[in-house]
């Protein structure tokens, strides 16, 4: 069954626009707070969220509605994703609910719902709480004696910070090491730098002043050219580049190159292997993750499980087929050995333990494959269905033709923006780079 609100990571959209208005938050926080009370206990929600203007409004109104269910509300205040997943847990709570688009401009937002084990909710609860939001919700509404109270978790901040460095090997610290933490103005901007710190390291900060607007602009992991240029000028040993809501990593090294996604799973998950910790043979990762990783994997006698694009999509094969390390190129890397979701702070950390103990600078550390030559690019359309066109469909038949054994493509649409999603890799970069533009061409045309 599809669903009408929900895509591949919660309800998102543009600010005050449907669905991401005040009055469908409100129905949100009432259809999620009715669906969740189950006993006779005294029901409870966390709700964190990112630093855009809209987020005010957001939990002023996902806090109304839950309320008026009958759901008590702790306020996290601007904390990361995994923050709220791992708080969730913690207070034995019903529900968590991160308000955040992640890395998506300021004027988007978005809300994502975490079930009592801290794992996101599954498509059978998400339909059941879209039927009520579209349904009479006078039935819902708690008995004056039963509204629900709201307070503010005080050390919300220190409980997060305390978890995520009880994650780093009790036996290293970070002394000696200059670190650039860049937060994108986003959630983790008051954890993320106190955690390395705290841990030893000498700080550079960037992106640590939102404003409501600065969100993932021009800094963050989705900006990562901001990070490599300030590791560059301050000389530091490595740069981590989170993004809004702080579930994904980048890193810089210290002749400014980026490190993906796929650099730092199959360092991870080498790491892993050689300490006797990795479980499932291997990897998770999607679609899009680089043929060179798969390579790399097969060659250490491990192997590479694809999904589609999507960490939830990732996580439920993790769960599945017992893998404890899975992730997307762009960041998302979830350890479920200390995580229910993506942490860009923890992964940062246990690529740091690796460095450490290894002794190694980074570029060496980082640097576990040659990947292959990969290209992606965006094209936005004005709805109808562009990859349904008798050209787009013949054109990428031609580039699957010419692309053969010796590389893949991967067209898509994003589950969080009217774009199209092509990408191709292959040995040949020059063949690429034809395919990809040859296909966006015919995109544009039909769109």
């Not at 999603?421 to 990809?436: F, G, I, K, N, S």
């Amino acid at each position: 069954m599809t669903r009408k609100y929900f895509g591949t990571d919660g309800i998102r959209g543009l600010t005050n626009t449907p669905p991401m208005t005040a009055e469908m938050a409100m129905r949100v926080g009432m259809a999620a707070g009715k669906h969740f009370l189950r006993g006779e206990h005294k029901h409870r929600v966390v709700i964190g969220k990112d630093t855009r203007l809209s987020g005010y409004m957001m939990e002023s109104a996902l806090t109304s509605g839950f309320a008026s269910a009958g759901m008590d509300v702790v306020l996290l205040g601007p904390m990361p994703t995994p923050a709220v997943a791992m708080l969730t847990r913690s207070m034995r709570a019903d529900l968590g609910v991160m308000i955040s688009a992640s890395h998506n401009p300021y004027y988007d937002n978005g809300i994502k719902l975490f079930g009592p084990d801290g794992y996101k909710l599954s498509d059978a609860d998400e339909l059941a709480i879209e039927a009520m939001i579209d349904g009479d919700l006078a039935d819902i509404r708690a008995e004056p004696a039963n509204l629900g109270r709201v307070r503010k978790l005080e050390d919300a901040r220190g409980r997060y910070i305390h978890a995520a460095k009880s994650t780093f090997p009790s036996d290293l610290r970070l002394d000696g090491l200059r670190i650039v933490v860049d937060c994108a103005n986003g959630a983790a901007h008051n954890v993320a730098p106190s955690v390395f710190w705290e841990l030893g390291a000498d700080i550079e900060v960037l992106g640590v002043s939102p404003n409501g607007f600065n969100i993932n602009d021009g800094v963050g992991s989705t900006a990562p050219q901001a990070l490599a240029d300030k590791v560059l000028a301050v000389g530091a040993d490595i740069g981590i580049a989170l993004d809004g809501d702080a579930d994904r990593l980048i890193m810089a090294d210290e002749q400014g190159r980026i490190i993906d996604g796929d650099q730092l799973m199959g360092l991870i998950t080498r790491s892993w292997h050689e300490a006797g910790t990795l479980q499932g043979n291997g990897l998770v990762a999607t679609v899009m993750s680089n043929l060179g990783l798969e390579r790399y994997l097969e060659g250490r006698g491990l192997h590479m499980c694809r999904t589609k694009v999507g960490d939830r999509h990732v996580l439920e094969a993790m769960k599945a087929k017992g893998y404890n390390v899975g992730g997307e190129q762009s960041g998302h890397i979830i350890m479920s050995d200390y995580t229910t979701t993506g942490d860009g702070i923890v992964a940062a950390l246990q690529v740091l333990a690796v460095i450490v103990r290894e002794g190694r600078v980074a570029s060496e550390a980082t640097h576990v494959f040659d990947p292959y030559p990969q290209l992606l690019k965006n094209v936005r359309y004005n709805g109808g269905q562009p990859l349904e066109n008798d050209r787009v469909k013949a054109t990428i038949a031609d580039a699957e033709r010419r692309l053969g054994n010796h590389g893949r493509l991967v067209i898509r649409k994003s589950g969080t923006e009217p774009l199209i999603r092509v990408m191709a890799e292959a040995d040949d970069e020059q063949l690429v780079a034809e395919v990809v533009d040859e296909i966006c061409e015919a995109v544009k045309a039909a769109a």
